[in-house]
């Protein structure tokens, strides 16, 4: 069979084999900040009939690109779950349709390329953070997918496509601005080391010419930051936010990030069996130039850079997906590099079992069923386990209109847009609701909905023993719990 032709039936292959792990998720409420960010800005953006201004919350100024790209998709589809998830659906192909092509040109061997391609795709998706992150909808996929893209293009020297997916990336989620700064670092590098061991002359005005053009996405974008300011009074977060981006992260946190990233989640095989690959690698000369080829060392850096921005800045564990792609791409270059020594059909087996032993390891790793009995901030969006909060609240909400439509409800995000916006997925009808944090003195609920998954769930339980509130209904699924409380709780 020719094998450009062979394209025609893995990636739709790819693309049902994607569609199997969405399906389940098509018709999910929103969670976190997929509701919080993206779909409170989308919903901005449709009540003003798709006309753009600032559409912003107050905690953080991301760029509203995909908020606009989904009102867009309501105004034309109508306001359901399931045209969200498909937005979604089309960015989780964008990323495993440049995954594939980025692997065919690491290697001249078309053969290997779509291997590589097709084990990462299908390792991806059994990744739980990765997976999560196909129910949630947020800014981590459809950034990787044009993250993956401006990579590819920059490889294959395309100007243009390389300006366009940078551009989006960054209107996306700008701090993947360390993509084009680690292409900028892996550029002077090179040139650098040629000038050192090849004794080149080095070209100081070309070099100049091209980093003004890769960071020229940067500088569009940087637009839509001065006309925030202009607007809001603020770049990137207000004053009285607790995020900042004037103050960097203690050095702790990159041990916390690497650990993640490389080690946790059943990782720790790859990582293992990748360090023994470089140092087989390293010892046999006649893999030197495998190991040691640009597009090798540009997906260690990304790799390296992924781990270090994240280290020193703001980190939450769904922000290491730009990274994944990378990661496992240069795990099966390395080890089909490797193994085509040995015969085809051993070449299969050892494929075949790696791929068995690793997806089974992440797969155990999927739902946890963590018991929850203290305050819990990480939002949970790791792996699986943001279903079951999803299904509390969808029980409490239910719970709550069909008994108590019109009482005054007390609690914390991500119960307060459950309980007050029906397009989220989870009320038909707005509840009467405010944050817990946000009561006045002497003001008292009819009932306070107490968990332990937010940094305002502590002043519930403050107002809880304050007013005296008793249990009234309590909700729990594989350790996690939403409960109810009343001043006078019903007979």
């Known amino acids: 069979m020719n094998l450009k032709k062979l394209d025609r039936y893995l990636l739709p292959l790819l693309f049902i084999i994607l569609l199997a792990f969405w399906w389940p998720t098509k ?146 989620k700008e701090v993947f601005v360390f993509i084009p700064l680690t292409i900028i670092l892996f550029l002077w590098a090179k040139e650098a080391s040629l000038a050192i061991y090849q004794s080149k002359k080095f070209p100081l005005k070309s070099l100049l010419f091209h980093t003004a053009f890769l960071v020229l996405p940067a500088a569009i974008v940087s637009v839509w930051f001065i006309y925030h300011k202009l607007t809001t009074g603020w770049f990137f977060t207000p004053p009285d936010s607790s995020l900042s981006l004037q103050k960097f992260v203690a050095p702790e946190q990159i041990i916390t990030v690497f650990n993640f990233f490389f080690l946790e989640q059943g990782r720790v095989v790859i990582t293992a069996v990748l360090l023994i690959l470089i140092e087989e690698t390293t010892i046999r000369e006649r893999y030197h130039k495998d190991l040691l080829k640009g597009e090798v060392v540009l997906l260690f850096l990304v790799i390296l850079a992924t781990v270090f921005f994240f280290g020193i800045t703001e980190f939450l564990h769904r922000y290491i997906i730009v990274g994944l792609p990378f990661f496992y791409l240069l795990f099966f270059y390395l080890l089909t590099t490797y193994i085509q ?59 709550l209109e069909k008994n108590f439509p019109k009482a005054k409800i007390a609690t914390a995000f991500p119960a307060t847009y459950m309980f007050t916006q029906p397009y989220q997925g989870y009320v038909k009808k707005p509840l009467i609701s405010k944050s817990c944090a946000r009561l006045k003195p002497k003001e008292i609920p009819d009932i306070i909905v107490f968990h332990p998954f937010s940094p305002i769930s502590p002043t519930c339980l403050y107002n809880i023993e304050l007013y005296k509130f008793k249990p009234y209904r309590n909700f729990e699924r594989n350790g996690k719990f939403i409960s109810i409380y009343q001043k006078k709780p019903a007979k």
């Open 27 to 172: 018709e999910l409420p929103y969670w976190w900040d997929s509701a919080g960010l993206v779909m409170q800005n989308a919903q901005l953006f449709l009540s003003h009939n798709l006309t753009f201004g600032p559409g912003l919350l107050d905690t953080y100024a991301h760029p509203p690109f995909l908020s606009y790209i989904i009102a867009v998709c309501w105004k034309l589809f109508g306001q359901k779950l399931i045209v969200s998830h498909i937005v979604n659906l089309f960015f989780a192909f964008l990323l495993i349709l440049y995954t594939y092509l980025l692997a065919q040109h690491l290697t001249t061997n078309n053969v290997q390329g779509k291997i590589i391609g097709v084990l990462t795709s299908i390792l991806l998706l059994f990744t739980p953070v990765f997976l999560a992150q196909i129910g949630i909808i947020y800014l981590e996929i459809p950034g990787a997918a044009f993250a993956l893209a401006s990579i590819y293009y920059f490889m294959k020297k395309k100007q243009l496509p390389y300006l366009i997916s940078a551009t989006l990336m960054l209107f996306i």
């Open 341 to 399: 020594r040995i015969g085809k059909r051993d070449q299969l087996v050892i494929l075949s079992v790696t791929m068995i032993a690793i997806g089974s390891l992440f797969y155990s790793q999927w739902n946890l069923h963590r018991k929850i009995t203290t305050f819990f901030y990480q939002p949970l969006e790791d792996n699986l386990e943001y279903l079951d909060v999803i299904a509390l609240g969808q029980a409490t909400s239910k719970y």
